[in-house]
């Protein structure tokens, strides 16, 4: 036999290993079946959990140790801690797997909403402009007759240029689409420029689910009112 210390055991096995020797060891020497002296079952349930501040903890670990039903007792509480721990620590793992799966795969990304997302990437941005520059513009409170036959516009992703009556400053503008009922469909903001033969106001809109029809252009600055250009969308 060698003396040698085995330093290679897992801690646990070396506990598993001493508990069973000294399980052994006391069936045979302090069977104590009458339970003189045994202590309450809360004392040794403290043992188990290794509640260090349980009063008088000591003591019972020494009383576990030198009477067998007691120790008895301790493994088979031990045992059960062990499984119940083993148990809340697999539902983290299912919980964990259940979130990810819901990551990967739940409605937020399904197919439904994936399609409207890849339609509006893929459909082409189309350059248009809208050259109001010889209109006159209409204020709600002063109608004016129209010079011509108002501009067509194609109902698009646009990146639109609309040219603005002469006079006009540059600046911030805010830009509607609004029915003949004046209810807004569309809207979108931009700056004007002057670029070198018409005040140039630069916007971005999508007018794809716009009905086709007739419209009034309402584009205000910060600091004016409301102008109305009318438009045909088709
Ligand atoms: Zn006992």
Not at 26 to 35: T, V
Not at 113 to 142: F, G, N
Request: proline share 8%; hydrophobic share 35%; charged share 25%.
């Amino acid at each position: 036999m060698s003396d040698e210390p085995k330093r290679d055991l897992p801690a646990r096995r070396v506990e598993r290993r001493l508990i069973k020797i000294a399980g052994a060891a006391l069936r045979e020497n302090s069977a104590n079946p009458e339970r003189i002296g045994c202590p309450d079952p809360s004392a040794v349930e403290a043992a188990v959990r290794r509640r260090l501040n349980f009063p008088g903890l000591v003591d019972v670990v020494d009383h576990i140790a030198t009477c067998a039903p007691c120790f008895e007792q301790y493994n088979r509480q031990r045992q059960r801690l062990r499984i119940r721990n083993a148990g809340t620590a697999m539902l983290g793992c299912v919980v964990l797997l259940v979130l990810g799966f819901l990551w990967l795969h739940g409605p937020a990304k399904g197919p439904n909403y994936k399609e409207p997302i890849a339609k509006q990437v893929s459909a082409p941005v189309l350059i248009a402009t809208l050259d109001y520059r010889s209109w006159t513009a209409d204020r709600s409170d002063q109608p004016r007759p129209r010079p011509t036959e108002p501009p067509h516009l194609t109902r698009a992703r646009l990146d639109l240029t609309i040219m603005l009556p002469i006079g006009t400053e540059d600046g911030g503008f805010t830009v509607q689409f609004r029915t003949s009922t004046n209810e807004s469909v569309a809207e979108a903001t931009g700056t004007a420029t002057w670029d070198g033969t018409a005040e140039a106001l630069k916007i971005r809109t999508d007018l794809r689910d716009v009905p086709a029809g007739r419209y009034n252009v309402a584009i205000q600055s910060r600091n004016s009112s409301v102008r109305l250009y009318p438009l045909v969308l088709e």
